[in-house]
């Protein structure tokens, strides 16, 4: 070996070592800051990884676009979803009087609302564009409550780091983490275009996170768990979406 | 003659020395003429002295390009098939009249095609393989870039000469296209201006559009430069010109695979893969 390949076997080594150090440092400060999503294993998780720790960093604070009156859409699509069932034929009948929203896990006071609860709480209203993932899109305006107040409301440990949300349906829930939680325009989402939002889009309550595609927008929500992991929840991916081979972080 | 440093020493044997083109200079260790702004050449010295006709690095990115670019290129017509609907502005979805739509089936049922069936859905590992497989395209040519612009490789082989850019030298570089001549020998060492034309449109302007494009239909990213997608008419926009963009560089990678399967398939993949040239006569 002459003495320039040898050099270059160590300066290599050494940039091997530097690279792997910097790599294991850089997944201890991500997993600190909260940078790895819960399907951040498997074949397509490094890709996963980049994408969400990219955003978090460039979203933290960001708002969704507002739109103009004038660009609410007046053709929306409300997508197919599975047979609601009897139990909810029985519930809508009764006006959704009987709806509750039960808030649990990491909070100090456990609660349950109702539909004409929420409806006393500090509303907001957004004009904001709800895309789904297969390419189509609408503009709509939606009212709620912040899901920031509600959290407030049952004291929310400092421990959280997500809030899993639940449908009506069984095999429907998702996740987010604490920046969308918290963020102002993720609404409880009571009312669409002016009026009560309609059953197609998720009424009576859909959890709208504008800043992740349509998916994440879970309708006919029931339930939120605050928790500090997603390990207990399913099979540990973070969601229903991953569970059936969709990434689990929706912002892109 | 001084060497210059991007010039590489390989062990060559006598062998590998006989594969050297017959136009370029192997024997002594005189300077020698090279073509295009002295930017190629080999020498023979004590040791055989070869320059590869494509450096390590652009050999290395050029695959890693390839590569993700046709993972892109798959899951995106995965994508693509779940709603070949394409509309003009923020919003548009099945009750909306679109641009126009793609005659072909779709993998959602939801989506009116006049076909009697409904394609399998393959979304979920499509959009992730498609992100990943942008990663590493977006990482790999931002190092190309940076190193290209570095090393003088933009200046040296992609930069057209003045000379090259009048209209007649134009015209004869087309009309020797149009006539499907084979390349000459020195052409194997060097791009001509056609090539270099095609290649600079494709890494300063068509690649940076379809990630531009590609990331306007992010929430997240519109949330943090909304400025991304309304320059571009909206989101809907930006998808439809994903798709054009798309296209264009399909349509290059097409001409660019057909352009080296004439110019000598196996020369021209051996200089990609191992940086040597060979000769037309031991090539394709």
Not at chain 1, 83 to 101: K, T, V
Not at chain 1, 189 to 196: A, H, P, R, S, V
Not at chain 2, 54 to 64: E, G, Y
Request: with cysteine; net charge positive; hydrophobic share 45%.
């Amino acid at each position: 070996m002459s003495k320039l390949s040898r050099r270059k076997l160590i300066t290599t080594g050494l940039a091997a070592a530097a690279g792997a150090s910097g790599l294991g440092v850089a997944a201890k400060l991500a997993e600190r800051y909260g940078l790895i999503p819960p399907d951040a294993g498997g074949l397509y998780g490094a890709g996963e990884t980049l994408t969400y720790a990219a955003q978090r960093i460039l979203t933290r604070h960001s708002m969704a676009q507002s739109f103009a009156p004038s660009q609410i859409s007046k053709d929306p699509f409300a997508n197919a979803v599975d047979p609601l069932g009897e139990g909810f034929q029985r519930l809508q009948q009764g006006g959704f009087a009987d709806w509750r929203l039960a808030v649990d896990g990491m909070v100090a006071r456990p609660s349950s609302f109702s539909l004409a609860e929420l409806k006393t709480f500090p509303s907001r209203t957004e004009i904001t564009l709800i895309a789904c993932e297969e390419g189509w899109s609408y503009i709509a305006e939606w009212s709620g409550v912040p899901l920031a107040h509600i959290l407030n409301l049952v004291g929310a440990l400092s421990q959280a780091r997500y809030v899993v949300y639940r449908s009506f349906q069984p095999d429907w829930w998702d996740s987010i983490d604490m920046a969308d939680a918290l963020h102002p325009q993720t609404l409880v989402t009571l009312g669409m275009n002016g009026g009560d939002l309609p059953v197609p889009f998720g009424g009576p309550l859909r959890l709208r996170v504008p800043r992740q595609l349509g998916y994440k927008n879970v309708k006919y929500i029931t339930r939120l768990t605050l928790t500090d992991s997603l390990k207990r929840f399913g099979k540990g991916l973070g969601s229903a979406a991953p569970e059936g081979g969709y990434a689990w972080y929706a912002g892109i | 003659m001084e060497i210059p440093a991007k010039f590489q020493i390989t062990g060559q044997t006598a062998g590998e020395a006989r594969e050297m083109p017959d136009g370029l200079p192997v024997s002594s260790g005189a300077p020698l003429s090279v073509h295009n702004e002295g930017a190629i050449g080999a020498i023979s010295q004590v040791a055989e002295v070869v320059r590869p006709r494509h450096s390590a690095f652009v050999r290395v990115t050029h695959w890693l390009i390839t590569l993700s670019f046709l993972a892109l290129l798959v899951t995106g017509v995965e994508i693509l098939i779940s709603h070949p609907r394409f509309y003009w502005g923020e919003t548009g979805n099945v009750n909306t009249r679109p641009l126009f739509t793609l005659p072909i089936p779709a993998s959602r049922a939801t989506v009116p095609t006049g076909y009697g069936y409904v394609l399998p859905d393959q979304n979920g590992w499509s959009r992730y393989l498609h992100f990943q497989s942008a990663w590493v395209a977006v990482c790999t040519g931002l190092l190309y870039v940076a190193l290209g612009f570095f090393n003088g490789h933009f200046r040296r082989n992609l930069l057209p000469a003045r000379s090259d850019l009048s209209p007649k030298g134009l015209a004869t570089v087309i009309a020797r296209h149009l006539r499907f001549r084979p390349p000459s020998e020195e052409e194997a060492w060097s791009y001509n201006v056609l090539q270099r034309l095609t290649y600079l449109l494709v890494i300063f302007v068509l690649f940076p559009l379809v990630i531009w494009t590609g990331l306007a239909m992010s929430p997240a990213v519109a949330s943090a430069i909304p400025a991304a997608v309304t320059v571009l008419g909206g989101r809907q926009s930006a998808r439809t010109l994903h798709f054009f963009v798309s296209g264009f560089l399909v349509l290059f990678l097409l001409v660019h695979v057909l352009m080296v399967w004439l110019a000598g398939f196996r020369s021209r993949m051996r200089a990609m893969i191992t940086g040597r040239h060979t000769p037309r006569m031991e090539g394709a």
